[in-house]
């Protein structure tokens, strides 16, 4: 004989279950058990909630309102009422009984979230900040959370997309979800998207102070510094010890050309935390870049000792180019590659720095083993498609005609300013900068990400009209349009001038991508194409792990082609300037030319940019100001030839950059004809 309390406990908890599925079946079995029980609390509970769900909110009201006065202790019961009377609009007495819920038991972080939406509608932003801050706080225990976040930590990304994206369609004020989802953007590469929700995420919940950190953090890497400083202060203020904080502001600060306070902040930390690695490597780069290697060799070699499996720590002490690694260094990195537990991460930092160490003996044939192997592992991690790269090329030679250009003569900023140095990364770039920014009219800066930023813009506004590229969206802008994006760019700019100089140099190379955007828009902003022997630019790009933005260096097949491209591309600009009677727009610096005379080719270089010869240019060695490239060190020395033919070492593994280069390499240094 069967027992009927067990059957009834079995009715109930299939009716509840059915709640998610199909609510009006669940009201329909709730029914059911109230005409065999009459008045049994928790299916009148199920009911109330069927009617909600299903609309009927007089109807659930009528259910769940004597409910809840004869069951004061019932936290179900009182949250379900709240839910009822916020669908009827009955903001006070609603948040009352879901408060009643959160009094009886305060980790319900969907009744946290609903206060907080209901504080909102009504004004009260502060008590709504709270709520939401509440209910991140309890969101750590809310299992369709935990299966999003351990989808995250697992590296499935499209599965934990569409769960946040579903919780979000239901709750789009759950601000623990649009956090998730923000980071999630982060790391797929969406960062505009990532900024939006983040953006959100502090509109409802303005405390949420791990949201704000990586927020500040995306902004920091979309180049946007002052405003990843402004929310940087606002953690500061209520936390203005955090190790975190301090470090991105440190960092953000170097950025911006503001060594000694990033120093000083490093230094600060590292005496609360003598025993972290990353921030001790992190304050061997800002000393490296501010010219105090011996300190920056200190910094790094603390680092190591601290974390003898730090791969990046080891590749910073190799990227001084100055420091030669002794029989202990290489035994200890060779412990490292032989180790099976080895990150990747790590184990490439270790790649490249064994081939700089081996190099550095003469063993070119494992040196360049090393290098490769260190490619290989990069590459791997960040894949490139040296197609499309040649499709933009493409594009822009079929856009930037002498037509389009004479038809725009005179449109843009007339500001002479900055002075542009492009090329390739390796190039003798950073030699020329450090030549100008000796001279009293110019400053140098740093590689300024502001074209790229823009030009991310102009890509959003294309494709936003339906086009591919945003030279599209160029082209459509009248003059006014021009004269807007050029003053735009000298506004996001002026941060990093820090002298009264006339001048400044913006040396991103990978800005030769948009000669014609600068042209359109900084008429007489002056373009200087830094060009070395291809052979030994590439190879030299081959062997240098760079931090990021230089996807194209990792094989010797892409760095080639990518050269060409790049070759093609300036030789079809010099053809249309030339058309249009701008013979000499772009100042060409040939890298080998400026070694063997370099006084007739930096008296070139300024009369081009309009400066008067003065004899610190030639001595640029003795100028203290930052450098951030890989060239930090060999600009503080007189000009050499150490580097002209180091690639020769290499030649018997170079035949794919040499099929890569073609007609580019025979004909250097001038270009073939395409």
Same mark, same amino acid.
């Given at each position: 004989?069967?027992?009927?309390?067990?059957?009834?406990?079995?009715?109930?908890?299939?009716?509840?279950?059915?709640?998610?599925?199909?609510? $009006?079946?669940?009201?329909? *079995?709730?029914?059911?058990?109230?005409?065999?029980?009459?008045?049994?609390?928790?299916?009148?509970?199920?009911?109330?909630?069927?009617?909600?769900?299903?609309?009927?909110?007089?109807? #659930?009201?009528?259910?769940?309102?004597?409910?809840?006065?004869?069951?004061?202790?019932?936290?179900?019961?009182?949250?379900?009422?709240?839910?009822?009377?916020? $669908?009827l609009d009955r903001g006070d007495e609603a948040i009352a009984a879901l408060r009643r819920a959160l009094t009886l038991n305060p980790e319900l972080p969907q009744a946290w979230l609903r206060v907080a939406d209901l504080l909102r509608a009504q004004g009260d932003a502060a008590a709504a900040a709270e709520a939401y801050q509440a209910h991140v706080r309890h969101s750590v225990r809310d299992p369709q959370l935990l299966r999003a976040a351990q989808a995250l930590a697992e590296n499935r990304l499209p599965e934990a997309e569409t769960q946040l994206r579903a919780r979000l369609q239901r709750t789009p004020t759950d601000v623990a #979800?649009?956090?998730?989802?923000?980071?999630?953007?982060?790391?797929?590469?969406?960062? $505009?998207?990532?900024?939006e929700l983040f953006e959100r995420c502090l509109e409802l919940a303005p405390g949420f102070r791990e949201a704000r950190h990586h927020y500040a953090l995306v902004l920091h890497r979309d180049q946007q510094s002052e405003a990843a400083l402004a929310q940087l202060e606002i953690l500061l203020a209520a936390e203005p010890q955090q190790p975190g904080y301090r470090t991105l502001q440190a960092a953000i600060l170097c950025r911006l050309g503001e060594y000694a306070r990033g120093i000083a902040i490093y230094e600060d930390v590292l005496r609360a935390f003598p025993d972290n690695a990353r921030v001790r490597m992190s304050l061997g780069h800002a000393l490296k870049t501010a010219g105090r290697q011996p300190e920056a060799i200190d910094a790094y070699r603390g680092s190591i000792a601290l974390e003898p499996q730090f791969g990046e720590a080891y590749w910073s002490l190799a990227n001084l180019k100055t420091v030669r690694f002794g029989d202990d260094d290489l035994g200890a990195i060779e412990r490292q590659l032989a180790?099976?537990?080895?990150?990747?991460?790590?184990?490439?930092?270790?790649?490249?720095?064994?081939?700089?160490?081996? $190099?550095?003996?003469?063993?070119?044939?494992?040196?360049?083993?090393?290098?490769?192997?260190?490619?290989?592992?990069?590459?791997?991690?960040?894949?490139?498609?040296?197609?499309?790269?040649?499709?933009?090329m493409r594009r822009a030679k079929r856009l930037y005609t002498p037509e389009f250009f004479a038809e725009r003569a005179g449109w843009g900023d007339p500001s002479p300013d900055p002075i542009f140095v492009v090329g390739l990364p390796r190039s003798g770039s950073t030699l020329i900068e450090q030549i100008l920014s000796s001279h009293s009219q110019v400053e140098g800066t740093m590689e300024l990400p502001e074209i790229i930023a823009m030009t991310r813009d102009l890509r959003r506004d294309a494709e936003a009209a339906g086009a591919r590229s945003y030279h599209d969206a160029l082209a459509a802008m009248d003059r006014d349009a021009l004269i807007a994006l050029g003053r735009q760019y000298l506004e996001r700019t002026r941060v990093q001038r820090k002298t009264g100089a006339p001048l400044f140099i913006d040396k991103m190379p990978n800005n030769f991508q948009h000669i014609g955007l600068?042209?359109?828009?900084?008429?007489?902003?002056?373009?200087?194409?830094?060009?070395?022997?291809?052979?030994?630019?590439?190879?030299?790009?081959?062997? *240098?792990?760079?931090?990021?933005?230089?996807?194209?260096?990792?094989?010797?097949?892409?760095?080639?082609?990518?050269?060409?491209?790049?070759?093609?591309?300036?030789?079809?600009?010099?053809?249309?300037?030339?058309?249009?009677?701008?013979?000499?727009?772009?100042?060409?610096?040939?890298?080998?030319?400026?070694?063997?005379?370099?006084?007739?080719?930096v008296r070139r270089l300024l009369d081009y940019c309009g400066l008067p010869f003065e004899d610190g240019c030639l001595r640029f060695y003795e100028n203290e100001r930052p450098v951030r490239t890989a060239s930090s060190e060999q600009v503080r020395r007189p000009i050499n030839r150490d580097g002209l033919e180091q690639w020769k070492h290499y030649e018997p593994w170079l035949d794919p950059l040499k099929a890569a280069l073609g007609p580019v390499l025979e004909a250097y240094p001038d270009a073939p004809r395409f």
């Open positions: 004989m069967s027992d009927p309390t067990a059957s009834l406990e079995v009715a109930l908890h299939h009716a509840s279950r059915l709640l998610g599925s199909d609510p $009006e079946l669940a009201g329909e *079995q709730a029914q059911e058990i109230l005409r065999v029980v009459h008045g049994h609390p928790a299916a009148r509970l199920v009911l109330g909630a069927s009617h909600r769900i299903c609309g009927r909110y007089p109807a #659930a009201l009528a259910v769940l309102e004597p409910l809840a006065r004869a069951m004061p202790d019932a936290v179900s019961v009182h949250y379900e009422y709240g839910l009822t009377l916020a $669908e #979800a649009l956090r998730m989802l923000a980071e999630l953007a982060v790391r797929i590469g969406r960062n $505009e998207e990532a900024l180790r099976t537990d080895v990150d990747d991460e790590h184990r490439l930092h270790f790649e490249f720095s064994l081939g700089k160490a081996l $190099e550095d003996r003469g063993d070119y044939a494992a040196s360049f083993a090393h290098y490769a192997e260190g490619n290989r592992l990069r590459l791997a991690r960040m894949p490139y498609r040296a197609e499309d790269v040649h499709a933009r600068i042209h359109l828009m900084l008429p007489n902003a002056k373009i200087v194409d830094a060009r070395r022997h291809p052979m030994a630019c590439c190879f030299s790009g081959f062997k *240098q792990h760079f931090a990021r933005g230089q996807n194209f260096s990792y094989s010797l097949d892409d760095i080639g082609r990518y050269y060409r491209d790049y070759v093609e591309l300036m030789a079809h600009f010099d053809e249309v300037f030339e058309r249009i009677g701008l013979s000499g727009r772009v100042h060409r610096v040939i890298h080998e030319r400026l070694v063997d005379d370099t006084e007739a080719e």
